[in-house]
């Protein structure tokens, strides 16, 4: 999960909505990470979320290698919104997972599938599909 040196960096803002932050090429080898991604272990649902996670900051056998990669990865974001102009964020309290949407399109609830605000102050959405 190595971070890419090279990747795009911007922040726009939509009227007077929250600024967003965008990276292209977050990762130096997306493959590897989507493959690494596959490999885990998911729970089953949380909340109101139509699908299944990995949570990796407190997964178990996690390898000290990867552990270190989840944790580069949280202060480098941290620091990315520090420089965006969000107030500074710890990257030690950030959490992350991987999620994979397991609920067909007809089967999903009103909130879930049409725009809405989740109620967490910072959110971030990674594709690797």
């Not at 998911?42 to 299944?52: E, I, S, V």
């Not at 990865?73 to 397991?102: H, K, N």
């Amino acid at each position: 999960m190595r971070l890419n040196d090279n990747a795009r960096i911007w922040v726009e803002r939509v009227a007077d909505t929250f600024p967003i932050l965008f990276v292209d090429d977050f990762y130096a080898d997306p493959t590897a990470v989507r493959d690494f991604a596959l490999s885990l272990p998911f729970d089953g649902m949380a909340a109101l979320y139509p699908g299944r996670h990995a949570f990796l900051n407190d997964m178990p056998g996690l390898d000290e290698d990867r552990r270190a990669e989840v944790t580069e990865s949280c202060y480098y974001v941290a620091e990315l919104l520090t420089l965006a102009g969000s107030p500074p964020v710890d990257g030690a309290l950030l959490r992350t997972d991987f999620s994979l949407i397991t609920t067909p399109g007809r089967l999903l609830l009103a909130g879930q599938k049409h725009p809405h605000i989740d109620p967490t102050p910072i959110l971030a959405v990674l594709y690797l599909n």
